[in-house]
């Protein structure tokens, strides 16, 4: 695989995204100043083609885009949520010098077997398959080249793609989105960071014997090199013919694994891509990526709590508490009714107290209903602000629950909830996060 960062290359990388970005441009400017008729879906497969052919960063923030509720417009989300993060391997040549730039001369003496075909390929870096001088299978992840650069040059177009969006449509201000998303993806590009994220999930998951994780070969990993122990397992496209009982055992365990440290140590795992995760057997989850993983104070965890019960119990007044302890400013009683929609949406599984699957609307369009009157009623009242940590808490919660639907679970979701926050208390996940950051040295 050619080098693709030098000058020239980035260059002729970006100029095909920005024509279409430039194209969309004028197409939303004609829509919005002089009522011009847009056809969302032909401009949303324009950019499709024009970001996926970059197979980098930018089409990882597509994804991300896609994955978070009413970012973007669906028109968008569908066609974005159909990139695939298989990026063209690079070469042995170019392999072999990057691995001599992060571990030496004699790195190959330090392996058993380094497999020279990437296992898998995705928009930051690619993954080998290795055995240890002890005889542990290894997975490599090594980072791309001058990823720094083009993550900045790919942050760049994020930023075009929501000013288009906040210019034309007006339901959402973009700029907590924008900040998130860039804080995110340059903690992705840390791995000595991502490995301090396994230790913390390894602390926070020990005693759940259906979860694995991997463990990371500190000699054998740096800033942009992390070796990890190789967990074997399948995918989850590939579970095919699996007892309602099996399912449910999955579902069960990803429910766990998702939500039990966020809700008892305020930390949650950003990117819940199919691809991050396998299962072996007896349902027993493999736990892959942490490259994306975000801590939050645990008076907003008690903020999702007080917003489950405001809608249980239909208490308004705590409705209210539970979106100003998180930031949402100048609360009109419009404001509220929106935020409430969304509310009932996100919260739905979990009133219920029978089991049920993630969604009983088989059609699949319940939820686009409930998101086009959300959007256009922001958008009559002037838009909103979302807080930042809003942007991976409801990207997590439309990315599980993608999983659940993929199993067809069956589970009584409100006990499982029940039972998750029934010891919840401020001054526990306090405690509890401080304890597993100084353990992980995130501290």
Not at 127 to 154: F, R, T, W
Request: glycine share 6%; hydrophobic share 40%.
């Amino acid at each position: 695989m050619q080098d693709d960062s030098t000058f020239s290359g980035r260059l002729k990388r970006y100029a095909h995204v920005s024509t279409a970005m430039s194209s969309a441009a004028m197409r939303l400017v004609g829509e919005r100043y002089f009522g011009l008729s847009v056809d969302h879906e032909s401009l949303a497969h324009d950019l499709t083609h024009a970001l996926g052919s970059l197979k980098g960063p930018v089409m990882k923030i597509a994804q991300m885009l896609a994955s978070i509720p009413d970012s973007i417009p669906s028109e968008y989300t569908t066609k974005f949520l159909q990139l695939q993060a298989n990026a063209p391997a690079m070469g042995w040549p170019f392999v072999r010098r990057r691995m001599t730039a992060e571990l030496g001369q004699n790195w190959q003496g330090k392996f058993k077997n380094f497999q020279h075909e990437a296992t898998f390929a995705a928009s930051l870096g690619q993954v080998h398959k290795a055995e240890s001088k002890e005889g542990k299978i290894l997975a490599c992840k090594l980072q791309y080249p001058d990823m720094n650069s083009i993550v900045e040059a790919d942050l760049t177009q994020l930023k075009l793609i929501l000013s288009l969006y906040e210019a034309s449509l007006k339901a959402l201000k973009t700029q907590e989105i924008y900040e998130e998303i860039k804080a995110r993806l340059w903690e992705e590009l840390d791995y000595e960071l991502e490995a301090k994220h396994i230790a913390l999930y390894q602390y926070i998951l020990g005693d759940e014997p259906s979860i694995r994780l991997p463990e990371v070969v500190p000699h054998l990993s740096t800033k942009r090199l992390l070796t990890m122990t190789w967990l074997e397992g399948n995918p989850l496209k590939a579970l095919l013919n699996l007892s309602q009982e099996d399912c449910n055992r999955l579902a069960q365990n990803v429910f766990r694994a998702w939500y039990k440290p966020f809700y008892h140590y305020g930390v949650i795992h950003g990117d819940p891509h199919l691809g991050n995760y396998t299962f072996a057997s007896d349902g027993i989850l493999n736990l892959l990526d942490f490259g994306c993983v975000r801590k939050f104070p645990a008076p907003f965890v008690k903020g999702v709590i007080d917003l489950y019960y405001a809608m249980l119990r239909q208490d308004i007044d705590l409705a209210v508490s539970a979106y100003e302890s998180w930031g949402f400013k100048n609360l009109s009683k419009e404001l509220i009714e929106v935020l409430n929609l969304w509310a009932k949406l996100l919260y739905e599984p979990l009133l219920e107290d029978r089991v049920r699957p993630i969604q009983t609307d088989n059609r699949g369009t319940y939820g686009r209903e409930i998101a086009y009157q959300v959007h256009t009623k922001l958008r009559e009242l002037g838009g909103v602000c979302p807080p930042r940590e809003f942007v991976f808490m409801d990207r997590a919660a439309v990315g599980i629950g993608s999983v659940f639907m993929h199993l067809k679970a069956e589970l009584n979701w409100h006990q499982l909830y029940q039972e998750l926050i029934k010891d919840f208390s401020i001054e526990n996940v306090e405690q509890q996060q401080a304890r597993a950051l100084s353990k992980s040295h995130l501290l």
